[in-house]
């Protein structure tokens, strides 16, 4: 597998090359949410098309718009349909962040309990060249890439977790905002730029988010590296840092950590894909219980003359040793990070019903 550099000489014409790449599969996402008509299919529509609205006149929304427009175009779709599928988050995934010795691993899975093979097929990493900066991620053909999935670039990890919440009158927001288009910005930003508070400010700025994500960054930022988690739940936000010792980790997957204060918006909706809310909790269960094998195999990172053995050591404990709790029908791929004092790498596996051999691509920044 190898990265797709998008076309263009600006960021605009690079996600119009991305939106026209992918533009027969989201032509098709978009007929399908089009026909949807429960009651909260409409609602999510609706408060998409007023978070575009809400936007415009958004500073720091600008550039976001302007890729949104872009990608749009390319994809043969109106700006408030490409706002739609912003909004059509409903996928799963599961993270967790480790300090070893040298830096911070950020360990990611990529779900979609729909149809993996329809949303991510052909180009699988995509990467974007604006003025030398250059930002990279794993992508759904159907949704803007850097929004909710796996993004890096120098010295900046980030991974997504959507949150199953409670919607209870979203309609009634009056400055609605998007939680894709948050961590769409926070993709963008330098790494230095990348701090929690200032994405609070970001979100405040923007308006109110009517549904929820967590944010997992790593960032090295002169000789220190940190790790935190961001939550973002409808009004609600917590922030979380990664602890200095080595061993010291974080995990995520699509609920709201059971050990933070009760969040307003906290409850997930009665009916949930894949067992509902338990099984969300079996899934943190078993994080911490594998934690101790992760934190191994991070530790024999050694540098950046072991980074190629080093990255397919740990994705292949997670597809053998660990494959049977984490790697099903519906893993699209699994992302390993690693910054430490040499450098940033990223590697990308792929499943597709293989078994493993070797990490298709890996990223040295």
Known sequence: MKIYQAKGATLEEQYFDIGALFSESIRKSVKSIARRRARQSQIRKMMAERTLANLQDKKSAQEFLLCLESWARGAQITTSQAMWLMADNLSGCQTVMIRYQNGVALLHSEE?????SLHMTGEKVVSFDDKGQVS???????????AGLYGWKENLLVAVDTLFLR????????NPLLANVVAWIVWRMKAELAEPNTILKLVQDLGELIDGYAINVVRKVQQKT????LTLARTESKIEYL???????LRQVNIVDPEYPKMKWVSPPRRMWRGGYKHFLARLKRID???????FVAQMHRGSGTVVADHNLIQKTIYTELGEAYINENVGAVC???????????????????PFETVEYIDLC
Request: overall charge negative.
């Open 112 to 116: 979609d309990y729909d149809d993996m």
């Open 243 to 249: 602890g200095e010792s080595a061993g010291d980790y």
């Open 136 to 146: 990279k991620c794993i992508v759904y053909n159907d949704l803007m890439p850097g």
């Open 167 to 174: 919607e209870d009158e979203i309609e009634n927001v009056s």
């Open 226 to 229: 940190e790790g935190y988690k």
């Open 336 to 354: 390993v990070g690693l910054i430490d004092n040499n450098q940033t790498s990223v590697s990308v596996k792929l499943t597709e019903g293989k």
């Open 289 to 295: 219980s594998d934690v101790a094998k992760y934190i």
